[in-house]
């Protein structure tokens, strides 16, 4: 399995964001072919202070797919396009952060 994992910076509109994200953005995500599951999580402690600089972070998502291959084949999907898309019209392309990582079962 592995995730794609998007790490977001706090905005200067925490309250407009998130409403752009969770009625317009989040819903494009989950019609991703291929997409297992979408978690959403807001930051509410950061321990390490310092290791993200001067950016405060908001917030992670994370969503699993049972491949690598899985993964690329979703991001060549039109509603993968639709919802990058929508994320540069609200702003998320500015404070995001974004990894792919194979998840380890031991």
């Known amino acids: 399995m592995v995730k794609y994992v ?5 905005p200067a509109d925490v ?9 317009s953005h989040l819903p494009l995500v989950e019609q991703t072919p291929g997409l297992l599951r979408a978690e959403v999580a807001k930051v509410t402690r950061v ?3 310092g290791f993200f600089g001067e950016h405060e ?6 969503m699993y797919f049972e491949s690598t291959q899985a993964m690329k084949d979703a991001f060549g999907s039109p509603e993968w396009q639709a919802a990058g898309a929508n994320l540069s019209e609200i702003g998320g392309m500015e404070l995001v952060a974004m990894f792919a990582a194979e998840v380890v079962d031991r």
């Open 6 to 10: 998007a790490l977001y910076r706090k």
């Open 15 to 23: 309250e407009a964001f998130d409403e752009a994200y969770f009625t």
């Open 47 to 49: 321990f390490v202070p």
């Open 57 to 62: 972070l908001h917030m992670t998502a994370e």
